[in-house]
Each structure stands twice: as C-alpha cells, then as structure tokens.
Nanobody
C-alpha cells in the first residue's frame, strides 16, 4: 500500500509563497495522476491542481497563474509551488495520488493534510 507524507505548510503573509511536497512510499508499481486538494472550514474539499503521468496539468481557476504543480517520477513526489498567496487560500491541503498495482487495481490515496494559513 502506498503511503503519502506531506510537508511545507505553514503561516505566511498575503503575497508570500510556500512550497508543498508530497512523497509517496511503499510497494509502488505505478502512480498515475497526482494532485492537491484543499478544504477550508465550512467548505467542501476542492481540487487545486493535478498533474498526469505525462505531465499534463490542470488548475482551479482561482489559483491558475499563481500556483504551479510539478512531479518527480523518480522520487514519486509531487510539489505545489504557491505564489502570491491570498487569505482565501487558507485551508488544509491534501495530497492525492492514483495508484495502479501490478494487477491493474486502481486505488485513490490521500495524505494526512497540511495546514496553510495566509494572513492579511
């Protein structure tokens, strides 16, 4: 089973930057799409950005142009560079990966979440 460990959250002033990392470990055969979601208090979890195994990216409209998602397949790690942060970006950020086993079973894996707080 794949385990995900996130890092890089914290407190930052508006206009600042943070970089989130999520490393997958365990008995990995293949990881397809990797992504980041976020959930603010009282709101539903939403997709922030995703990146396919072929490096095709997708962004929420609210972060496009400010956030950049990337991945290192050799390290099974996905990153989220967040620039020009706004108070409305405050949320718990969750890493998500789609794991495919050698028998072609597909699993949706989630990290434990990391808090990002942007002060005004």
């Amino acid at each position: 089973q794949v385990q995900l460990v996130e890092s890089g959250g914290g407190l930052v002033q508006a206009g600042g930057s943070l970089r989130l990392s999520c490393a997958a470990s365990g008995n990995i055969f293949r990881i397809n799409t990797m992504g980041w979601y976020r959930q603010a208090p009282g709101k539903q979890r939403e997709l922030v950005a995703s990146i396919s195994i072929g490096a095709i990216t997708n962004y929420a409209d609210s972060v496009r142009g400010r956030f950049t998602i990337s991945r290192d397949n050799a390290k099974n790690t996905v990153y989220l560079q967040m620039n020009k942060l706004k108070p409305e970006d405050t949320a718990v950020y969750y890493c998500n990966v789609i794991e495919v086993t050698i028998l072609e079973y597909v699993y949706d894996r989630w990290g434990q979440g990391t808090q990002v707080t942007v002060s005004s």
